[in-house]
């Protein structure tokens, strides 16, 4: 155990966990709780930034630790919980809003990419987004945030408020955090569309494999995943010409333990028909057990709910002392 390291993490529960949230996230949560204190949080006050169903919003928030302990997150080495019952991201975040400035904000692209067209009707929750997962982080002074790639620009974000309010209060109070991005697949990308990343708000199924997919939904799935009309290419160079394939093959290459290079040489100039019986293979070999253990858990929404209860005393009890301090530093009395 890595006594100054602390992992913080979140997972927004808007629906369905997937291959991407698994590969680029989940799988790395669940590595890093024997080497370290991790703390892993359902983030249910960004998940309102867009309108949730509150129903949903209940129902996504004990899937999602579900999600967590299925693939592997232990509640007795990790502390689990969810955002809205610690006060104390919602006061940080507050504080962070004085910090961070407009500029900073303006350049975040996830936020152009999830207003579009329509800025001006987005939510202010959504614009400042990144200043509530600067206060996550820093809430209990996280010093590693293992995340997939498309947030390495909100990290970025964090380091930057950590900064600056160590510099405007003169006190050494935040560490700056270091993002944890897989080297291997750090973006799933859509099985429809390989410039796109995997994502939950796509409109369709056929672009994801959700960890609930049962064997015949990866199958289909798979089998109608767009690929190219060429033989495999036999070389790295060649692939990465090829988005789609190289997705697929990233996949493939993750989940077997096997190197881009040992798959380009098992898969090189085959049909892609092979590769993607491979695929479904080991897809159903790795996935189809957390979606059982989902369902399961689901079963005993008491369980789920005295999970998340035991990990905010936990996390409580590490904020309370940290936001003092912060609090006598900005002056409130
Ligand atoms: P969220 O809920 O969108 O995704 C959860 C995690 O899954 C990763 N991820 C992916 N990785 C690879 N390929 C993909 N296609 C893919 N899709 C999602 C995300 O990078 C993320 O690590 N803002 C965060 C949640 C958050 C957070 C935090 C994270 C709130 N506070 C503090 C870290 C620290 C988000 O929306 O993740």
Request: proline share 3%; hydrophobic share 40%.
């Amino acid at each position: 155990m890595d006594k100054n390291k602390l992992v913080f993490s979140g997972v927004q529960p808007t629906g369905n966990l997937h291959l991407g949230n698994y590969l680029g996230a989940l799988k790395n949560f669940v590595a890093l709780q024997d080497q370290t204190k991790c703390i892993y949080c359902v983030v249910d006050l960004h998940a309102i930034t867009v309108f949730q169903d509150p129903k949903d919003l209940k129902n996504n928030i004990l899937e999602t630790t579900a999600g967590f302990l299925a693939t592997g997150l232990d509640n007795k080495k990790s502390i689990i919980f969810n955002q809205s019952a610690v006060s104390g991201h919602a006061e940080l975040a507050w504080i962070f809003n004085c910090v961070a400035r407009v500029g900073w904000l303006n350049r975040m692209t996830q936020f152009k990419e999830k207003a579009g067209k329509e800025k001006e009707k987005a939510s202010v929750g959504l614009y400042i987004y990144p200043n509530l997962m600067a206060a996550d982080i820093l809430l209990y002074k996280a010093t590693h945030v293992p995340v997939g790639a498309d947030q390495k620009q909100h990290l970025e974000l964090c380091r930057d408020i950590a900064q600056k309010f160590n510099n405007d209060f003169k006190k050494n109070i935040f560490p700056i955090p270091e993002p944890l991005i897989q080297k291997n697949i750090s973006r799933v990308m859509s099985l429809r569309d390989g410039t796109k990343k995997m994502s939950k708000s796509d409109e369709s199924d056929y672009s994801r494999i959700d960890l609930k997919d049962t064997a015949d939904d990866i199958i289909k799935k798979i089998k109608k995943a767009k690929s190219d009309t060429s033989s495999i290419p036999d070389n790295l160079k060649d692939l990465e010409k090829k988005p789609e394939a190289l997705n697929l093959i990233n996949i493939y290459s993750d989940l077997s333990e096997m190197s881009l290079e040992q798959v380009l040489n098992e898969v090189r100039g085959k049909d892609y028909s092979y590769l993607k019986n491979k695929l479904s293979e080991v897809l159903i070999e790795v996935i189809c057990p957390v979606g059982k253990k989902i369902k399961n858990l689901l079963e005993d929404k008491s369980y789920l709910e005295k999970v998340l209860r035991e990990g905010t005393e936990k996390a409580r009890n590490l904020a309370v002392h940290n936001i003092k301090e912060v609090r006598n530093a900005v002056g409130f009395i």
